[in-house]
């Protein structure tokens, strides 16, 4: 029987054939509710990756932590979250200028004599000097490169008429060789400033005629670096013993494959190692977090909070990245919200002057619940998603939204202790900008091609960055290294 019939042909079904038409519509319902049932499970699915691919499409720098160089051309408009200030632009009063002012002891000095009266041409030679105007200018000599000629004295012992020859100075091993001044100049225009070994070679030759090749320069990083292991010791052990550090991590290539540069920092201590992995193993490879014991300041990344003796606490330029990325792509208000809280809590702690080290206890109270209330509102916005078919495995899928709002509500101690702690910051800008300069070299070279090469211009720049945070001469820093007396970390008390 089909149902392909009139109504007078149906007029004319027994009960019999009437009972088997019924029992066959049935089925075809059912057969049709499972079609519509697929039907609107594809094109879920289907919403969810046009979604997925709006979201990518939505992401650049002000928005997520995908870098500035990755926008293109259509870079964003800036949008700072920081208010306009009062003060006007250029130094602020107090600010210790770098004007160019005259010496006493000048190492040359021309005279310009008045010989001649521009308005009645009087001989003014016999004429006595009354004063000077005096005007300097600020120059560097010729350079060049000078040779120093060691001599070992060799003479024939009276006695037993051996021949007798006088030591050398430990580092003068070849007998032509450059001296450390200048391999200091190679190794820092290569380490410091990232100009490739070429370049550098071109520069030296430039400046003084002749230069060390690459594989002089190279061995010259490498000695630099072996010179460093007891300063990075120290600042190894003072940055354990640190109430608060910066974490940070970044992706770098080596041997042609992804390793990870891990940064450890505080505003006067800076250390990088690279390791093949990015979580708890590379973390740790680092010797400073399995031993940590103050607050680590660091993005979401899971792997942190695997060091449990570290108390934690949370980036919050991280945080409102990602609320500015769910207020133009979902159109939440409890995300501007939360953007303004922060906001508001930064702006009075910056304006609390000192010595208080925490906000009062009304304004915490008020401000943790008004933290409460828009993550409750927020939570109210994003159910959680419904329980997944039986035969999927793992975890069910969040949107975006949710995923924050879950990390805000578990960590919310974590989020806000900037507010109650004020040796805290507000965000990780400090290890970030530490591993800016890493991935700038990694733009001008590519990557490395060893190991080694990379794990010595991890301790370079750990030795460098350390120095130049507590105000010495990277010149001489490196200079130091070069002739066993490197520049060695003050202690903290001094900071």
């Known amino acids: 029987m089909t149902l ?46 046009i979604q997925e691919l709006q979201n990518q499409l939505a992401k650049d720098s002000h928005n997520s932590s995908k870098p500035p160089s990755s926008d293109g051309l259509k870079k964003p408009a800036p949008k700072s979250l920081r208010p306009k200030g009062q003060r006007p632009l250029g130094g602020q009063p107090g600010h210790q200028g770098g004007t160019l002012k005259m010496v006493s002891e000048p190492e040359h ?22 004063e000077h105007e005096r005007r300097q200018v600020f120059d560097l000599p010729p350079t060049q490169i000078e040779v120093t000629e060691h001599q070992a004295e060799i003479k024939e012992c009276p006695n037993c008429h051996q021949e007798v020859k006088g030591s050398f100075p430990p580092e003068v091993t070849q007998p032509t060789q450059y001296g450390p001044r200048i391999l200091a100049q190679a190794s820092y225009l290569n380490n410091y400033h990232f100009i490739p070994l070429e370049r550098t070679e071109e520069a030296l030759t430039d400046l003084y005629g002749q230069s060390p090749t690459q594989s002089v320069i190279l061995a010259a990083s490498q000695r630099m670096a072996a010179g460093t292991q007891d300063c990075l010791a120290r600042i190894q052990e003072q940055l354990r013993a640190a109430s608060v ?25 800076t250390h990088f190692h690279v390791h093949r992995r990015r979580g708890q193993e590379g973390m740790a490879a680092g010797e400073i977090l399995p031993e940590f014991q103050g607050q680590a300041m660091h993005d979401h990344w ?21 609320l500015i990325y769910i207020q133009e792509q979902y159109e939440q208000s409890w995300a501007a ?38 993550v409750s509102d927020g939570l109210a916005a994003n159910p959680p998603p419904a329980e997944p078919p039986p035969k999927r495995r793992g975890r069910t899928k969040q949107t975006k939204p949710k995923n924050l709002l879950d990390r805000l509500q ?78 060695m970390p003050a202690d903290p008390v001094a900071w």
């Open 109 to 130: 000095k021309v005279v310009h004599e008045a010989t001649l009266c521009p308005h009645c041409e009087t001989d003014l030679q016999e004429m006595a000097v009354i």
């Open 302 to 322: 899971a792997s942190y909070l695997t060091f449990s003796q570290s108390q934690h606490c949370f980036c919050n330029a991280h945080h409102l990245r990602e």
């Open 245 to 269: 550090a910066h974490f940070d991590e970044s992706g770098l290539r080596v041997t042609g494959k992804n390793h990870w540069l891990h940064v450890a920092s505080t505003t006067t201590l």
């Open 410 to 487: 578990t960590h919310k101690a974590g989020v806000l202790l900037f507010m109650s702690d004020f040796r805290v910051p507000f965000d990780n800008n400090l290890a970030e900008r530490d591993v800016r300069m890493i991935k700038v070299k990694q733009k001008v070279s590519g990557g490395f091609r060893t190991q080694k090469g990379a794990e010595t211009f991890a301790a370079i720049r750990s030795y460098i960055s350390t120095a130049r945070k507590q105000g010495h001469n990277v010149m001489d820093a490196i200079y130091g290294a070069f002739v066993g007396r490197p520049f």
């Open 337 to 374: 919200e939360m953007i303004q809280l922060l906001c508001d809590i930064y702006q009075e702690v910056e304006a609390t002057p000192p010595p208080a080290m925490s906000l009062p206890a009304d304004r915490l109270d008020f401000y943790f619940a008004e933290y409460d209330r828009i």
């Open 4 to 49: 392909d019939m009139n109504r007078e042909q149906l007029n004319r079904l027994d009960k019999a054939n009437l009972i088997e038409l019924i029992l066959l519509l049935q089925d075809q319902f059912v057969e049709q509710q499972g079609l519509i049932a697929a039907l609107q499970q594809q094109a879920s699915e289907q919403q969810e990756q």
